[in-house]
């Protein structure tokens, strides 16, 4: 879910974001101002639109014309990064450096939100804007419409999950939540958005086993630490 989740007073809701808000810290998941890990209202344009190539130098052009350069080797000349597969991210992601695990965590909120269609993605962005405006009818709309015409795509699900979050119908959103782990096991959105539905019912043993996976997927992710010690403290409050 990473996108919307509103704050909630008792548990810090960290949303993900769309694509190009994950990029400040995707804390992800759920959280407000910044939606990087779960942030909330972020434009999908944002900072992943496409990063501008260093110009070539001369002794590069004539390398890779002269076919003398791997791929590694010309994008480095050429001055661009090559992007992280999702395997490499979520590596980086399990490892000890906070800033390179915040960079993985957007470059995996970056691949998930790319369909490799252009009119599904138009879709998500479309259902994205209406929920940003607050106009949920509309964005649950909008993702059934995706969810039908590509029932495999995972954020499709993941959304709708977010827009159901907000619209109070927790049932319907751990549903579509399911939907997108099925699809996408290390969906730490979906893991933390899960859980925040179970806390909503009070549900509170499911929703740290969710807080768990979440962290166990993404160890820096914060507001999966923070909401699994609530949940766990009515775990304790309520035995």
Not at 75 to 100: F, N, Y
Not at 122 to 127: D, I, P, S
Request: hydrophobic share 35%.
């Amino acid at each position: 879910m990473r996108e919307l989740y509103p704050h909630s007073s008792r548990v810090n809701v960290f949303l993900p974001m769309t694509a190009g808000a994950a990029a400040a810290e995707r804390d992800s998941v759920y959280s407000r101002g910044d939606p990087s890990q779960g942030g909330c209202h972020a434009g999908v344009e944002g900072r992943y639109a496409g990063q501008r190539r260093s110009p070539t130098s001369r002794s590069c052009r004539r390398r890779i014309g002269a076919g003398r350069l791997s791929r590694t080797a010309r994008s480095r000349c050429a001055g661009e990064r090559l992007p992280m597969t999702e395997r490499e991210a979520l590596a980086v992601l399990r490892g000890d450096d906070p800033v390179r695990a915040a960079r993985a965590a957007a470059a995996l909120w970056q691949l998930w939100h790319q369909s490799g269609d252009a009119q599904l993605d138009a879709l998500l962005l479309e259902g994205i804007e209406a929920m940003q405006r607050q106009q949920l009818a509309e964005a649950d709309t909008v993702f059934t419409r995706l969810i039908e015409r590509a029932p495999q795509f995972a954020e499709g699900w993941n959304k709708r999950a977010t827009v159901r979050y907000m619209a109070k119908d927790y049932a319907g959103s751990i549903a579509d939540c399911r939907e997108t782990l099925t699809r996408n096991p290390n969906h730490f959105g979906a893991l933390s958005g899960q859980g925040l539905c179970h806390i909503a019912l009070e549900e509170y043993r499911e929703a740290a086993d969710l807080f768990r996976r979440a962290l166990a997927v993404h160890p820096h992710l914060e507001s999966g630490r923070t909401n699994l010690r609530t949940a766990l403290h009515e775990v304790v409050k309520w035995n």
